[in-house]
């Protein structure tokens, strides 16, 4: 079996070196040998290993009948488009990382690699190297799932770890996160929530069966979340961590991508620094978490490899996922519920008594000018109606 793998990046060299070093086991398990025939990359890379198979033109690979399977590990919309988009119409087999290549187009490409006998797939493409895709495809087939939750980033829950072990602000988190590389120079997509809800919509896309556009998922990152809020979580025995969520209820499928507080009997709750976790709860097998590293060289690699070792074990012979292409509407965050935690200026508790009605209030000794609550469960919509009859410091939804 001949693979060729699109981006000699920090994935694709690890997909590289997982082929390599772990050639003999694959081999194995796979029941022929699978061999790297080409890397594509516009760069150089001068004394590297890869050289011997290093090409630059993707017509090189196109035109090569021996090819089995595509490794798309470039990243972005194009040309990752385009050149999975030829692969599966030439029944290639595709394998991928690309989150938003997925979230925006895995529906269409399944349909394409049906259409030719061949398959599109994207392990790697939620939680690195935590197998959640096959989970929701194959062993969690005879469950209706009835909610996700899921700690989808490695950036913000270390830096959520680090606020509350070390009291350090957000802005100085921010900074060590990008110093140890666990966050990029512009770290808008990870700490405004933009890659937990791309992932969060190709998790609710594969739990229902139907096209789920990231665009229309509510979406809030942690840029609000202070020292403050660090403390009061401390003080209700919670943990602050950004969730991309979704849950079926009557009918409707409801997702969100906000951070919570999330309380210590919670699975969640222990999972900390730049770990990922996945908890799904179905209607006969009730909750089931799946945890590991959710990032990294070797990590996504891995998973991308297990796509591999599929796509060589089912050559010619798709392997079936339930995802149509027509769009879900999902429930309006108007109707949404849960319970909230409140900042308040200490001079408006009557207020907010006033406007929320059955609170629980939380004092922390250092915060004398201010007073948090817990209000009882309300939809969104109530609580921005209540909101608006007092000065909110901040506000946070409990899970």
């Not at 029944?91 to 599109?120: D, P, Q, W």
């Amino acid at each position: 079996m001949n693979v060729a793998i699109l981006g000699y990046g920090t994935v694709g060299s690890g997909v590289f070196d997982v082929l390599t070093e772990n050639h003999d086991i694959i081999a194995k398990r796979v029941g022929k040998s699978v061999d790297i025939k080409y890397v594509l990359d516009l760069r150089e890379f001068p004394g590297d290993k890869v050289e011997s198979v290093l090409v630059h033109d993707y017509k090189t690979i196109m035109a090569d009948p021996d090819v089995d399977i595509v490794v798309e590990v470039m990243g972005g919309l194009h040309p990752a488009y385009e050149f999975t988009k030829e692969a599966l119409e030439k029944g290639i087999a595709v394998c991928t990382s690309n989150k938003e290549l997925v979230a925006k187009h895995g529906a269409e490409f399944i349909e394409l690699a049906k259409s030719k006998n061949t398959n599109y797939l994207f392990e790697a493409s939620v939680g690195g190297g935590i197998p959640i895709i096959r989970q929701l495809i194959r062993s969690i087939t005879a469950d209706e799932v009835e909610a996700i939750n899921g700690i989808l980033n490695g950036t913000t829950n270390y830096m959520m770890t680090e606020m509350r072990e070390k009291g350090v602000s957000f802005e100085d988190c921010l900074k060590d996160a990008q110093a140890k590389g666990f966050a990029e120079r512009n770290p808008a997509a990870d700490i405004e929530g933009h890659d937990a809800c791309r992932k969060i919509a190709i998790l609710t896309s594969l739990a229902y069966g139907q096209q789920v556009d990231f665009e229309d998922i509510y979406t809030e990152g942690i840029t609000g979340i202070t020292s403050e809020d660090v403390l009061y979580a401390k003080e209700l025995g919670r943990g602050i961590k950004l969730l991309g969520s979704s849950y079926m209820k009557d009918g409707k499928v409801y997702a969100m991508v906000a951070p919570k507080m999330v309380e210590q009997t919670n699975p969640l709750y222990p999972v900390n620094g730049v770990f990922n976790a996945i908890l799904l709860r179905g209607n006969m097998l009730d909750e089931v978490m799946c945890y590991g590293k959710g990032a990294g060289k070797l990590p996504t690699a891995s998973a991308v490899v297990s796509d591999v070792i599929d796509a060589a074990k089912h050559i010619n012979t798709f392997i079936p996922v339930l995802w149509d292409k027509n769009k879900m509407e999902l429930g309006k965050k108007d109707d949404m519920t849960c319970k909230f935690f409140v900042r308040v200026a200490k001079e408006d508790e009557a207020a907010a008594n006033a406007a929320f009605g059955n609170i629980s209030i939380v004092r922390v000794a250092e915060l004398d000018k201010e007073i948090g609550f817990v209000t009882e469960e309300m939809s969104e919509a109530k609580y921005d109606a209540c909101a608006s009859k007092v000065n909110v410091i901040n506000r946070i939804r409990l899970m």
